[in-house]
C-alpha cells in the first residue's frame, strides 16, 4: 500500500498557537487596514467579521472593496520578526521524519511566508511542495475551491491524503471531499475528527499496518 500524503496547515498547526506568532499577524492585518487603507481602528473589527463571512477571510474583502494588492497585503501582514516567536524544532523535525509519505503544506498564508517560517523551525526540506493562498485564487479554507485545486495538483485519491489542521471547518471540507482528517488541538477540545495534541502524536493515531487508515485511538495526548 502506498503511503498517504500528508496535507499540513502552517498557523498555529506545525508550531503552536502559545508561539504568538499568528496573533502578530493578526494584529498586522489590523495595522494594515488602518495605515494602509486609513479606516478607523474601530471599525476595523466589524469589517473584518463582514468579509470572513463574506469571502472567508479579510483578504477577500480587501480585494473586493478596496482594490488591495493580495501580494502587497500578504508582505505587509507577515512581516514579523519570526525569532521572537519561533526556534528551531529538531523534535518536530524527527516527528515529521518518521510520518511516512509525501508531505506538503496547504495554507491561506502566502508561500513566501510558508518558507521562511519552515525554514525557522528547521523543516523546510521535509516538505515537497506548498499550496498557498495565491494557489487557491486567492478563496480561502474552508472554501472548497482550493481543496479541489489541491487534490486535483497531488493527482492523489482524497481518501490518500491526511489533512491535519487546527481548524474545526477547515477539517471540515476536507472531510465533505473524502479526506482524512486530525485536528490538532488540546485534549478535550470538541471535535467531530480524530485529534492530536501535537503533530508528533500523528504516528500513534494511525496503524501503519492496517489498510488503509485504521486510527488505533481517536484521542491521543
Ligand atoms: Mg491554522
Redesign the pocket.
Known amino acids: 500500500m502506498t503511503p498517504p500524503t500528508w496535507v499540513f496547515?502552517?498557523?498555529?498547526?506545525l508550531y503552536p498557537a502559545a508561539s504568538g506568532l499568528f496573533q502578530e499577524v493578526d494584529r498586522r492585518i489590523h495595522r494594515f487596514m488602518v495605515e494602509r487603507l486609513g479606516l478607523s481602528p474601530d471599525e476595523v473589527p466589524r469589517l473584518r467579521s463582514r468579509y470572513k463571512r463574506a469571502y472567508g477571510a479579510t483578504l477577500g474583502g480587501l480585494m473586493a472593496h478596496h482594490g488591495v494588492d493580495p501580494q502587497e497585503y500578504l508582505r505587509y501582514v507577515h512581516d514579523v520578526p519570526l525569532e521572537r516567536h519561533l526556534g528551531p524544532d529538531p523534535g518536530l523535525r524527527g516527528d515529521l521524519e518518521a510520518l511516512d509519505g509525501a508531505k506538503v503544506v496547504f495554507t491561506n498564508g502566502s508561500v513566501e511566508h510558508t518558507r521562511r517560517v519552515l525554514g525557522r523551525l528547521g523543516v523546510g526540506s521535509l516538505f515537497e511542495a506548498v499550496f498557498d493562498i495565491a494557489f487557491m485564487d486567492y478563496v480561502p479554507k474552508p472554501r472548497p475551491h482550493g481543496y479541489r485545486k489541491l487534490l486535483e495538483a497531488l493527482a492523489v485519491p482524497a481518501d490518500r491524503c491526511v489533512l491535519v489542521?487546527?481548524?474545526e471547518e477547515n477539517l471540515d471540507t476536507g472531510r465533505a471531499l473524502g479526506m482524512v482528517t486530525v485536528r490538532v488541538a488540546p485534549r478535550g477540545t470538541p471535535s467531530t475528527h480524530l485529534r492530536v495534541g501535537h503533530p508528533r502524536n500523528l504516528p500513534a493515531l494511525f496503524d501503519s499496518a492496517g489498510p488503509p487508515f485504521l486510527p488505533s485511538c481517536t484521542e491521543t495526548p
Open positions: 496547515d502552517l498557523d498555529n498547526t489542521d487546527d481548524l
